[in-house]
C-alpha cells in the first residue's frame, strides 16, 4: 500500500494535466549527459547505462510547459575490493516548467517516483583455500522525490534544442544508501539516510514539434 500511495503521489497531477483538451506535444527529448557529478563524485560505477526520454506538453498559460518521462538505469559498484553490487531502476518523473523565449532561461520543479533492485556478490580469492564466491541477499525498494531546476537552452537547426540545467532535490527512499547510492531519474543519493539529497547537471536533446499552439479567437 505504501508504493501504491507514492505513484498515486506523483501520477495524479498526470493525469489531471491530461484532462485539459488544449494540451498538446511541444517537444520530446532525451537526457544526452544525465547527471554530470557521475564523473567527478569518487563513486566507482562500473557499466553503467542510463537512460531517460521525455515527452513535453503545452499547457493553457504561455510559456509555461508540463512533460512527462520515464527512465531506465543498470550499473554495478566495486563497494569494497571483495564486493560487487548490481543495480537496475526505472522511475517516472512529472515536471512543471517556465519558460522565457527572449533570454531561453527556464526553471521548474519535478516529482519523481523511483523504483530499484541491488544483488550483491561477495568473491574472496584464496592463497591457501578455495576461492569463495556467494550472492548477498537481494534488497529492492522505492524512493520519491520533490526536485528544482533552472537552465539555459540554445536552437540549433530550428528545431533541435540543446538544454543545460542544474537541479537539486529531496529524496525519502528506501533503497540506496547503504544499499546503493543511486535512484533511478534522481542520481546520487548523498547521505546514507532514508531522507536524503542530491545535486547535479544534466545536458538534454529535445526535437521540438511545435513552436506553438494555434489559438482561435471569439468574438
Given at each position: ?8 503521489f506523483?501520477?495524479i497531477p498526470?493525469s489531471i494535466?491530461a484532462?485539459?483538451s488544449?494540451?498538446?506535444?511541444r517537444?520530446?527529448?532525451v ?22 526520454c521525455y515527452v513535453?506538453?503545452f ?7 508540463f ?7 543498470s550499473?554495478a559498484?566495486?563497494?569494497?575490493n ?7 531502476g526505472?522511475?517516472?518523473k ?22 530499484g533492485?541491488?544483488k550483491?556478490?561477495?568473491e ?6 578455495p ?10 525498494g522505492?524512493g ?8 539555459t537552452s ?5 528545431r533541435?534544442e540543446?538544454?543545460?540545467l ?7 527512499a528506501?533503497?540506496g ?5 543511486y535512484?533511478?531519474?534522481?542520481g546520487i ?6 531522507l536524503?539529497?542530491?545535486v547535479g547537471?544534466?545536458?538534454?536533446l ?12 471569439t468574438n
Open positions: 500500500m505504501k508504493k501504491l500511495g507514492y505513484l498515486i506523483v501520477l498526470l494535466q484532462q485539459d488544449t494540451l498538446k506535444i517537444a520530446v527529448g537526457d544526452v549527459v544525465k547527471n554530470v557529478t557521475h564523473y567527478v563524485s569518487g563513486f566507482d560505477f562500473q557499466n553503467p547505462i542510463i537512460a531517460e513535453q506538453f499547457t493553457p498559460k504561455p510559456n509555461h510547459y512533460s512527462v518521462s520515464l527512465g531506465y538505469a550499473m559498484r566495486r563497494a569494497q571483495h564486493f560487487l553490487q548490481s543495480f537496475r526505472y522511475s517516472v512529472t515536471t512543471w516548467e517556465q519558460y522565457s523565449k527572449t533570454s531561453r532561461k527556464f526553471f521548474g520543479y519535478s516529482g519523481v517516483f523511483s523504483y533492485t541491488v550483491g556478490e561477495l574472496i580469492q584464496g592463497n591457501y583455500f576461492n569463495y564466491k556467494t550472492g548477498t541477499p537481494y534488497n529492492q522505492i520519491v522525490a520533490l526536485e528544482g531546476f533552472a537552465g540554445a536552437l540549433l537547426f530550428k533541435i540543446t538544454r543545460f542544474l537541479r537539486g532535490g529531496t529524496i525519502i528506501d533503497i544508501n547503504p544499499q546503493f547510492p535512484l533511478t531519474g534522481l543519493s548523498y547521505l546514507p539516510e532514508m536524503s539529497f542530491n547537471a544534466t545536458i538534454q529535445f526535437y521540438l514539434i511545435k513552436r506553438a499552439p494555434k489559438h482561435h479567437l
